[in-house]
């Protein structure tokens, strides 16, 4: 079904797509897209691939904080954009190889950096107490 909508100028298709969730119920998605010659089959598909695409997207944010980066000129962003790819890329295949999920994974490096601090700490401060004698 075709459907405008008063705040833009072109043509908007609505698909409603009604299916059974793993309990049981019925789910309902509302697709949207501007292509107007996409058939049922073939707008459901793009947003299958689309869904696939999006939490490696929401990944990336919040592994990298790519929201809180400085970046203000486009050669800036385009820099930390491509640097949060490849770092949540490592992330995943790190994760894959150690068959962790990427929060364990996060979890052990905190923990192994807690550790790496103490033992510097440790042997600062024995370092400190020797020089005092």
């Known amino acids: 079904m075709h ?46 691939k689309r869904c696939k695409v999006e939490p490696f997207n929401k990944n990336m944010k919040s592994y990298t904080a790519l929201a809180k980066s400085p970046g203000k000129t486009k050669k800036t962003q385009s820099i930390l954009i491509f640097m949060s790819l490849l770092a949540t890329v490592k992330w995943e295949c790190l994760s894959f190889k150690k068959v962790l999920t990427i929060f364990g994974l996060k979890t052990k490096v905190y923990i192994k950096v807690q550790k790496a601090a103490i033992e510097a700490l440790h042997h600062e401060l024995a370092s400190t107490v020797f020089h005092q004698l």
Not at 30 to 43: G, R
Request: glycine fraction near 4%; charge should be negative.
């Open 3 to 48: 459907h405008w909508v008063k705040v833009l100028d072109v043509a908007i298709l609505l698909h409603l797509q009604i299916f059974k969730n793993k309990d049981g119920n019925e789910g309902i998605l509302y697709l949207l897209s501007n292509d107007v010659i996409l058939d049922k089959q073939s707008i459901e598909t793009l947003y299958q």
